[in-house]
């Protein structure tokens, strides 16, 4: 079983459609981010949040919002989705022992018409 | 976080090393140097971090100057597989976000 799953994995919705993107992990990792990706560049940070009680804004938070259910869970939504958030989105985890890589989850894939 | 150059793309042919440059001159001193890649569009793979020396493992080395301002990453024998945007990136480790740029194209043919 993957580590770090996204549901779902593809979704289309139209505009004014309030959308939630789920993340679970089972790393046992306190830090979790999601970043978007547009086609051509390279990942940005939405939201980030290094426990349970700590959430953080990336650089481009503004039309998301997250929720950090517990460890192993952290939902990114968009409140009311518009056509320039269509991309694909991915989750992360981070541990705090050496490499301290980050481990990303397949990616969810939204398009918003 | 310091800025990181890298070329937008490269070629490779299959069984002969590639090497990705990258130029990080603003790096601070308690900035490590790490490398993931991106294949296709699936999530960011981890391939190999530095401080200060060389590193090496299983998937690829880490050549970084002595100044620090700039490392390559070597896939000794690259593959079909190898192909994928290849990330540089600093930070601290553990007191920051990741921040990606746009990456290399690495495209290894046949």
């Known amino acids: 079983d993957a580590d770090v799953t996204q549901t779902p994995r593809n979704r289309i919705t139209k505009t004014g459609k309030r959308i939630m993107l789920e993340c679970s992990q089972t790393k046992g990792h306190d830090r979790m981010y999601w970043y978007r990706q547009d086609p051509g560049l390279g990942l940005r940070l939405i939201y980030y949040?290094?426990?349970?009680?700590?959430?953080n804004k990336g650089e481009i938070s503004d039309g998301y919002s997250v929720s950090r259910q517990a460890q192993a869970k952290f939902s990114l939504s968009l409140e009311s989705a518009i056509p320039n958030q269509t991309a694909l989105y991915f989750c992360?985890?981070?541990?705090?022992?050496?490499?301290?890589?980050?481990?990303f989850g397949p990616g969810t894939r939204l398009t918003v018409l | 976080d310091a800025k990181t150059t890298q070329p937008p793309s490269m070629d490779c042919a299959e069984g002969r090393a590639a090497n990705l440059p990258c130029n990080h001159s603003t790096i601070s001193g308690n900035e490590y140097v790490y490398w993931y890649r991106q294949i296709h569009s699936q999530g960011p793979q981890y391939i190999i971090h530095?401080?200060?020396n060389n590193e090496t493992n299983e998937m690829a080395s880490l050549i970084i100057t002595e100044d620090r301002k700039s490392s390559t990453l070597i896939l000794p024998h690259a593959t079909l597989r190898d192909t994928a945007v290849y990330y540089c990136i600093v930070y601290t480790g553990t007191a920051s976000k990741l921040t990606f740029g746009t990456g290399t194209r690495l495209q290894v043919t046949l």
């Open positions: 949040s290094f426990d349970v009680k700590d959430i």
């Open positions: 992360a985890t981070q541990g705090l022992e050496p490499p301290n890589e980050q481990f």
């Open positions: 530095g401080l200060k």
